[in-house]
């Protein structure tokens, strides 16, 4: 059976962090003449081990994660599934289970790293076990960007600020939300800014309220340019719910029901509130004409 050189994580929305880890394993794994692999869990160990999992937003889902990882060229992705079981093993049990189920040869992993039950194994814990069972044991420095350690928490804090930029400077890639064109009001078609609804799965995080230049891919489509609308439409409806719209430039096709991804480029404005229909149209219009100029600029700024 091969023999691997891993990492470990959550590895949420794979970040530049995680990429310069994942590089870094990828490094080790030629020094050694060995194949690579990272191993996640899913899901969340909040949403198991939290008694509230429905505050608990994340930055990609399972398949995105995977998706990202494998486009690393890691040789393999081993995707544990997290359980309060799971959750009870020491750091040396679960070194032991990598070792055993896995054939792991050694470990690479991040500055910060913790395994085991309460997060209890940090790098010399690790080191002491991977000593132990006679596997390579290497920590990776912090990857550090304009003076900031990059996080997943980090990332969070600038999409719910609408710092989308920032954001995505982090990632290393645009910030993206997958889901399905829902039926609604079809207001927006009666004021020539026809919007498609999109109902998100669950636990993704949503960034702050207001408009966005985005792009999408849609059934093969890639890099259609639109605006996104993220609010409580407050000036036609009075339920109080948030809902994700997307107007598409320049398109026009029937798209209920299919799958659609948005990548948030740009921040442009807040959410408001408009006094009369004209007023929001006039605003809207607004809207597409910087955003068209954004779209050709590839920087918007206020």
């Given at each position: 059976?091969?023999?691997?050189?891993?990492?470990?994580?959550?590895?949420?929305?794979?970040?530049?962090?995680?990429?310069?880890?994942?590089?870094?394993?990828?490094?080790?794994?030629?020094?050694?003449?060995?194949?690579?692999?990272?191993?996640?869990?899913?899901?969340?160990?909040?949403?198991?081990?939290?008694?509230?999992?429905?505050?608990?937003?994340?930055?990609?889902?399972?398949?995105?994660?995977?998706?990202?990882?494998?486009?690393?060229?890691?040789?393999?992705?081993?995707?544990?599934?997290?359980?309060?079981?799971?959750?009870?093993?020491?750091?040396?049990?679960?070194?032991?289970e990598l070792v055993k189920?896995?054939?792991?040869?050694?470990?690479?992993?991040?500055?910060?790293?913790?395994?085991?039950?309460?997060?209890?194994?940090?790098?010399?814990?690790?080191?002491?076990?991977?000593?132990?069972?006679?596997?390579?044991?290497?920590?990776?420095?912090?990857?550090?960007?304009?003076?900031?350690?990059?996080?997943?928490?980090?990332?969070?804090?600038?999409?719910?600020?609408?710092?989308?930029?920032?954001?995505?400077?982090?990632?290393?890639?645009?910030?993206?939300?997958?889901?399905?064109?829902?039926?609604?009001?079809?207001?927006?078609?009666?004021?020539?800014?026809?919007?498609?609804?999109?109902?998100?799965?669950?636990?993704?995080?949503?960034?702050?309220?207001?408009?966005?230049?985005?792009?999408?891919a849609l059934d093969n489509?890639?890099?259609?340019?639109?605006?996104?609308?993220?609010?409580?439409?407050?000036?036609?409806?009075?339920?109080?719910?948030?809902?994700?719209?997307?107007?598409?430039?320049?398109?026009?096709?029937?798209?209920?029901?299919?799958?659609?991804?948005?990548?948030?480029?740009?921040?442009?404005?807040?959410?408001?509130?408009?006094?009369?229909?004209?007023?929001?149209?006039?605003?809207?219009?607004?809207?597409?004409?910087?955003?068209?100029?954004?779209?050709?600029?590839?920087?918007?700024?206020?």
């Open positions: 059976m091969e023999k691997y050189i891993a990492t470990t994580g959550f590895f949420d929305g794979v970040h530049r962090g995680h990429v310069a880890v994942i590089n870094k394993l990828k490094m080790t794994g030629l020094y050694l003449n060995l194949p690579v692999c990272a191993v996640t869990f899913w899901p969340h160990p909040r949403i198991v081990l939290n008694n509230e999992p429905e505050k608990l937003k994340l930055l990609s889902s399972l398949e995105e994660k995977k998706r990202r990882i494998e486009a690393l060229g890691i040789d393999k992705v081993i995707i544990i599934p997290f359980t309060k079981e799971f959750s009870e093993m020491s750091p040396q049990q679960f070194i032991d189920k896995y054939n792991i040869a050694g470990l690479c992993v991040g500055y910060d790293h913790h395994i085991g039950k309460n997060r209890t194994g940090g790098f010399d814990a690790i080191k002491g076990i991977c000593n132990k069972f006679g596997l390579y044991c290497e920590q990776v420095q912090p990857f550090v960007m304009d003076g900031r350690i990059i996080s997943s928490q980090k990332i969070r804090k600038c999409l719910t600020d609408g710092n989308i930029e920032e954001a995505n400077s982090m990632l290393g890639y645009s910030y993206t939300l997958t889901g399905t064109v829902v039926h609604g009001k079809k207001l927006g078609r009666t004021i020539g800014f026809p919007t498609a609804n999109i109902e998100l799965k669950s636990f993704k995080l949503i960034p702050h309220n207001g408009v966005y230049a985005v792009t999408i489509r890639l890099n259609l340019k639109g605006m996104l609308y993220i609010g409580k439409k407050s000036s036609v409806d009075s339920s109080g719910k948030v809902f994700i719209e997307v107007h598409i430039f320049d398109f026009d096709d029937d798209i209920y029901n299919q799958e659609i991804s948005v990548s948030f480029e740009h921040f442009i404005r807040e959410d408001m509130k408009f006094d009369s229909i004209d007023d929001m149209k006039t605003q809207l219009a607004e809207d597409k004409r910087l955003i068209e100029l954004s779209h050709i600029c590839h920087v918007y700024t206020i």
